[in-house]
């Protein structure tokens, strides 16, 4: 079964980045050691106090069980006292073509 990609754009709240990031790390470290997801982050180099989550999902029932879950929702709580979520892309589905890794 393949990935599920969602992209989350976060802003930081001012003086809170070395708060934020912290709790990001343990979010992914929590979400790889549960197989739930990996996760790349980057900055917005052009706005700095804004942070692009991506996510990949294991599956759809990973996804589901990931927001049932306790940890998780501690987590993304105290993730919304240092920062807040601009927007979020739930899934992306991969177009096939030369352009992709995955054209013949």
Not at 6 to 34: F, N, P, W
Request: charged share 35%; hydrophobic share 35%; with cysteine.
């Amino acid at each position: 079964m393949a990935e599920i990609l969602s992209i989350a754009y976060v802003r930081l709240d001012e003086g809170k980045e070395q708060e934020t990031l912290q709790t990001l790390s343990e979010l992914y470290l929590l979400m790889r050691r549960k197989g739930y997801s990996r996760d790349l982050l980057y900055r917005d180099v052009t706005e700095p106090c804004r942070l692009i989550n991506l996510r990949f999902w294991k599956s759809e029932e990973m996804r589901e069980q990931a927001h049932e879950d306790p940890d998780v929702h501690r987590l993304w709580q105290r993730l919304s006292q240092t920062s807040h979520v601009e927007s979020v892309t739930e899934k992306l589905e991969l177009i096939e073509g030369s352009w992709s890794d995955g054209a013949p």
